[in-house]
């Protein structure tokens, strides 16, 4: 069964660096999402994206983030000044129609 | 925007006993109310869903009961076993809303006992 994939599966960085966070969401999909959980906490929304463009954005999507899809299968978000706030899981998901498929994660801890 | 509320935080259970958490949600927009089970560093795992023109499904031990008109879902596992135990998560969305964005619930610990 095909998967959303997400990559580094842990990401370390330095409080003010830039980080790229990479999804390649399922194959014919063509929703794409960014979330985030602060541990212990509930999933928030932070973008969606169709047609190659953003659909929809919540507060926590400031213009510190950023989304791209470069090619046909990779979906990132940048964030480019990352904070200690930032620490958190962030999941990419993809749908075709109404059921969102989560990737594994990616653990972002700012130091 | 949507605020979903979700109780209880955590529940706690005998194995074979039911379990039933319940969420409302604030859009009477919303029409999709998705339910994902979420292990320890795993991600959230899609177990159940309904759209607002259903008031109930079933799949095995897990149903899904929805009031439109109080905007109230709720998830009921029966027969739980020790493997059920997770964080669970209700949440609701607008089908053909641009964004499709899915709003959850603060999420429930499950603790399921031998």
């Known amino acids: 069964e095909p998967e959303v994939t997400q990559t580094p599966s842990h990401q370390v960085t330095q409080m003010g660096q830039e980080v790229i966070l990479r999804c390649v969401p399922i194959?014919?999909?063509?929703?794409f999402y960014w979330y985030r959980q602060i541990l212990g906490q509930k999933v928030e929304f932070l973008v969606s994206?169709?047609?190659?463009?953003?659909?929809?954005k919540s507060e926590i999507f400031d213009d510190q983030f950023s989304v791209e899809r470069p090619d046909g299968s990779n979906f990132t978000l940048k964030i480019r000044s990352t904070k200690l706030e930032d620490s958190a899981m962030y999941f990419c998901?993809?749908?075709?129609?109404?059921?969102?498929?989560f990737g594994p994660g990616t653990r972002l801890t700012v130091l | 925007g949507e605020n979903v509320e979700q109780h209880p935080s955590t529940l706690s259970v005998q194995e074979g006993d039911s379990a039933v958490i319940k969420c409302t949600y604030s859009d009477s927009a919303s029409n999709y109310f998705p339910w994902y089970k979420q292990e320890l560093g795993k991600r959230p795992q899609l177990i159940i869903d309904?759209?607002?023109?259903?008031g109930e499904k079933k799949d095995q031990r897990i149903a899904v009961t929805l009031n439109k008109t109080a905007k109230h879902f709720s998830l009921h596992i029966t027969e739980t076993q020790p493997e059920d135990s997770a964080v669970y998560f209700c949440?609701?969305?607008?089908?053909?809303?641009?964004?499709?964005?899915?709003?959850f619930g603060g999420g429930t610990r499950l603790m399921v006992k031998p």
């Open positions: 994206f169709y047609n190659n463009e953003i659909s929809e």
């Open positions: 194959s014919n999909h063509l929703y």
């Open positions: 949440a609701a969305l607008i089908i053909n809303n641009a964004g499709n964005m899915l709003t």
């Open positions: 309904i759209r607002s023109n259903v």
């Open positions: 998901a993809s749908t075709l129609d109404n059921e969102q498929f």
